[in-house]
């Protein structure tokens, strides 16, 4: 889709037209006004009309017959106003229009810095009957404002007439006047002078209309007379002022427009002589046409079929909930905090956009989005509530359940009650929308997800930006004797949000230090300052989850209790007969760290989960080689670095600061599984590539360099030792791999399927510098599989269902074979003894030996860490015995023994470590798509990863490096690659 205004015109060289819709607004007359008014039951300010300026009611030309937008779909109404624009019915009606084309910003050296393109607008009746009445009070639903926009500046039209004005127009901006649409109770709709309606339900394309469009990133920072709160209905939306309009006194505002135009005007000739400009190509796209054959082969339980005929979840572009003045709406989507929260490049930028060069200052500039929006788009967060593997997750958890169940009533209600309770974290926003609107009677299901409702595009829109900023810490009642840390483990963890009242928003500044006008007047909605938004414990509320173990009902282990303390604490009824397991236990991980600076705020190496992922820098591989501090304004709004308009807000109500300490929301993990699949199929996922406010095409990418940033300097490290002795005297050769956990929680952390490994080769080089590998444990192949010595996948690698040590690789302290692997990973098995990848059945840990953090302890930090959440954090039996490993200081160490061939030359021998990490291994994607092989979900997923390209990207062969050390034999040389980490050679050790 082609938004004209954006569109970077050959004949403007850096100019864009980055601000959508002027400001004009109105209402019918007083009967109409006061009808509006008692309909909506709300009071109606005196009218005061302009003494001077009283035209009679016909002056102002015929009202149109279009209907209300709130009262269709916008697809359908899209066709009515196309026709009403295209036929220019508005001229035939006679409405008052401004006396000339006219610029709405300066024209200097080529570039102009106009808020919209050269405009002339239409006013319909009742909107000139406001302006002429003083701009006081609502205006009536039905009225509209029509701008016509052209190409500036607005001198090029200076003589043309009506029919050549026609020939060179553009596109239009059009805002209609419905209150019940919107809290700012306006419809905005920009099309192109050819644009034809589209259903955003089924085509991933930015929308031309609707309801609090980005249009109120300018229009909230106007004002009119008299009115005491930004929110107040009759606070409009409008600039607007007679002296634009034909039959009123006075000049339009002027701009300086100086020579440049004149070139301007030679290329625009030159433009239509040659057929204008031409669309933007879409992003190629680097998926396999057709199903990987490997791929297919492994996991065979799904036949390839047609992405084509799997349904797919509606488009985020359909994912619009406005505020709103007359519905009791908890939450809006984030396309509402895009508005102002999104990047802006030049000529009114940069705001939240960093360029890589200032001669690229311009829609579609080649730079890094440092914006709010802009980079919490692309985080698993943003992503929550589209999460293909989420969706299929789901559908193997239901197919258990009526496995064990059986189809009946008890199946269902257990399989809605799981759904209900995934979608606190994954979409909170819908989940407690439907709580708000129905109490505990009804749970969010699939179809909301995959239908039309509100409710189902708040829970698409995942861990949007209403969910962090309403979160209140829980108020715990005064004779609750409990410490304030247990209380809060055992209330508002696994999405239990506390929310604040509605109508306030929480952000890390102090009230007198933000501009919150626009907000307010836009949304309803006030910026409060809250310090809970820096602290951990606010996303420990997803981060920890407890769920039930289904297969587990009370009473049925007679070696066990009777009484589960986190069943006593669960507060879903319909879960409260079996016992419960911590399925996810990354904040508690943080409280056993060296981190954690809640229970201890003096601890000298604390650092909260903000300060890791929320940097407030941009990085050197992002900043042409200069890692330096952000400073930006965190909001673009028409404030007073704009060019000047009437009827604007106080200046000092406008003035955004400059942020020395801004926090990124980029959220950085190492999921690039996700962003590479998303950024593949994102007609499936449903999110555009390219950012409509910037119109950067490089959000995924930046997204996925930020994930391998962390994975090479923040993650882990890895320290390969030769013992010298080995290297001369015999056939074995001796090392010691040190891995050491730089996170502050586990590693891996999060779901219990992520896995680490260390891959440790030894191997010859020819004059080429081709590789022949002598030994290796941790090879993969293509698919991220584990191969043994025999180059076929380890056993290990796919679980039959038993669960014999010799099923799994145990942690290791000693490796002396090629089909022996250190894998850092957790493994569960059933009520059965059977593995499971279930998220309701893991019953017992057979395996946890994901690298504890820096300062974990046995004993845990106290103040309320205890029983079933400090085992949580506990390692499994076999590397609870490993001396190293729990000693605090967040380290593994492996042992080699590696017996070298008779025939190899010990002068070629090179050796190398290396940690690689995985977001899905393959046992785990075999058993989903077994376990629901006919789910709408698991299909589509099989279908998208089966023709995932990942050559050449961070992730190639299915796995991403973390680090890495390789060294010669020769003089134990040694060369790390891939991250800023330091080693050196060891003296002798002997294994343990």
């Known amino acids: 889709m082609d938004f004209s205004y954006l569109r970077l015109r050959s004949v403007l060289t850096g100019s864009i037209y980055t601000m959508i819709c002027l400001s004009i607004l109105g209402c019918r007359d007083r ?65 008052r229009k401004d006396k000339t084309v006219r610029d709405t910003g300066p024209y200097i050296d080529g570039t102009y810095y106009g808020t919209h393109p050269a405009v002339r607008v239409f006013y319909s009746p009742g909107i000139t009957r406001w302006l002429a009445e003083g701009r006081v009070g609502p205006i009536a639903d039905g ?73 109120v990133r300018c ?3 106007a004002q009119s007379p008299g009115v005491e709160s930004p929110a107040d209905m009759a606070n409009e939306f409008t600039f607007a002022s007679l002296r634009n309009i034909e039959g009123f006194p006075g000049q339009p505002i002027l701009f300086r427009v100086d020579d440049s135009w004149q070139a301007a005007a030679d290329q625009e000739a030159d433009d239509e002589a040659s057929g204008g400009d031409t669309d933007a190509t879409e992003t190629s796209k680097v998926a396999k046409a057709t199903a990987d ?8 339980s799904i036949k390839s079929i047609p992405l084509q005929s799997i349904d797919c979840l509606p488009r985020s572009s359909h994912d619009s909930v406005p505020s709103s003045r007359y519905q009791a709406k908890q939450f809006f989507t984030s396309n509402q905090c895009m508005n102002c929260h999104a990047g802006l490049t030049g000529p009114l930028g940069p705001v939240g956009y960093v360029h890589m060069d200032s001669a690229t200052n311009e829609y ?37 359940i009526r496995q064990q169940f059986g189809e009946g009533d008890e199946s269902r209600q257990i399989s809605e009650t799981l759904i209900d309770t995934c979608f606190r974290c994954h979409g909170p926003m819908g989940y407690h929308q439907r709580r708000s609107q129905h109490g505990d009677v009804e749970k969010i299901s699939m179809a909301d997800v995959h239908g039309d409702s509100e409710i189902g595009a708040l829970a698409r829109d995942g861990v949007s930006c209403m969910v962090c900023h309403r979160i209140k810490p829980p108020a715990q009642p005064e004779d609750d004797q409990r410490p304030y840390l247990q209380y809060f483990l055992e209330t508002s963890t696994t999405g239990n949000l506390h929310l604040g009242p509605p109508g306030e928003l929480y952000g890390p500044y102090k009230d007198n230090e933000v501009a919150g006008y626009a907000m307010h007047h836009a949304t309803g909605w006030k910026p409060v300052h809250s310090d809970y938004l820096k602290k951990s414990q606010l996303c ?133 599984w996700l962003l590479e699949l998303t950024k593949q199929f994102d007609q499936q996922v449903g999110v555009k590539q390219q950012d409509l406010m910037t119109g950067s095409t490089r959000g995924a990418e930046q997204a996925i360099a930020g994930m ?130 279930s998220f309701v059945r893991g019953c017992e840990s057979v395996k946890d030996n994901r690298l504890l953090p820096k300062g974990w302890s046995a004993k845990g930090p106290g103040g309320g860490l205890d029983g079933p959440y400090l085992k949580a954090t506990l390692p499994g039996p076999i590397a609870m015995q490993d001396s190293d490993f729990t000693d605090g200081n967040g380290h593994d160490i492996v042992h080699y023994q590696i017996a ?38 698991t299909q589509l997923l099989h279908q998208m990863t089966s023709r995932l390209q990942f050559k050449n990207s961070p992730i190639q062969d299915w796995k991403l490096l973390i680090d890495r050390q390789e060294t010669s034999l020769v003089g134990l040389e040694t060369s790390l690659e891939g991250s800023d980490h330091t080693s050196t050679p060891a003296s002798a050790a002997a294994p343990k």
């Open 31 to 95: 009967d109409s006004m006061q009808q509006s008014a008692e309909r909506q039951n709300l009071a109606v300010r005196p009218v005061v009309a302009v003494s001077s300026i009283n035209p009679s009611n016909s002056d102002f030309g015929r009202q149109h017959q279009l209907p209300l937008p709130s009262t269709m779909a916008v697809f359908d109404y899209e066709k009515q106003l196309f026709k009403f624009l295209s036929e220019r019915q508005y001229v035939e009606l006679g409405w």
């Open 143 to 215: 009225e509209m404002i029509i701008k016509e926009q052209y190409a500036p500046p607005a001198i090029l039209h200076r003589d043309k007439s009506e029919a050549e004005l026609r020939d060179s127009l553009e596109s239009w901006t059009v805002m209609i006047k419905d209150s019940t649409g919107s809290h700012d109770g306006w419809f905005w709709s920009n099309p192109s002078a050819d644009a034809e309606p589209f259903d955003y339900h089924a085509k991933n394309e930015q929308p031309y209309s609707g309801f609090g469009l980005y249009c």
């Open 219 to 221: 229009h909230a920072s």
């Open 293 to 300: 054959q490997a791929f297919t082969a492994l996991y065979d």
């Open 364 to 400: 579609g500039g080649d730079g890094v989005n440092v914006s709010p929006y802009g980079e919490w788009r692309w985080t698993p967060m943003g992503l929550a509530g589209r999460d293909p593997i989420f969706y299929a997750q789901l559908e193997s958890e239901i197919s258990l």
């Open 540 to 672: 420990g509320t997803c981060h920890t989850v407890s769920l039930p173990t289904i297969d587990r009902p009370l009473g049925d282990d007679d070696s066990g209790p009777l009484v589960d303390p986190l069943t006593d604490a669960e507060s879903v009824p319909e879960f409260k007969r079996f016992h419960h397991h911590i399925e996810q236990a990354t904040y508690l991980e943080w409280l056993n760290s060296q981190f954690n600076n809640e229970t201890d705020p003096d601890a000298v190496h604390g650092r909260s989960c903000q300060d890791c992922h929320m940097p407030s820098k941009v990085f050197a591989d992002e900043n042409n080689g200069a890692e330096e501090p952000v400073r930006t304004r965190i909001a673009a709004i028409q404030d007073t670095t704009y060019p000047d308009a009437e009827n604007l807000a106080e200046h000092k109500q406008l003035d955004i600061p400059i942020r020395d300490e801004y926090r990124r929301h980029g959220f950085a993990g190492l999921n690039v």
């Open 708 to 837: 391998v940033r962390t994975a090479r300097h923040e993650t882990a490290s890895i320290k390969l030792d030769i013992v010298p002795e080995s290297t001369t005297t015999s056939n074995t050769l001796d090392a010691k791999v040190t891995v050491t956990n730089l996170a502050g929680h586990r590693f891996p952390t999060g779901v219990g399927f992520r896995r680490a490994f260390i891959e440790m080769t030894v191997f010859t080089t020819d004059e080429q510098g081709n590789e022949s590998i002598v030994w290796s444990s941790g090879k993969t192949n293509e698919l991220g599989v584990i191969l043994g010595d025999d180059g076929q996948p380890l056993e290990t690698e796919f679980f039959a269902g038993d669960v014999p040590d010799e099923s799994h690789q145990p942690h290791h302290e000693v490796i002396t074979s090629q089909n022996q692997v250190q894998i850092y990973e957790t493994l569960l098995k059933d009520n059965f003894g059977r593995f499971t990848t």
């Open 900 to 937: 070298l061939p008779a025939n190899v030359d010990r002068d070629e021998i090179r050796v190398r470590a290396s940690l690689y990490y995985q977001a899905l291994p393959p046992y785990y994607l075999r058993n989903l798509f077994k376990t629901s092989p006919d789910g709408g979900a």
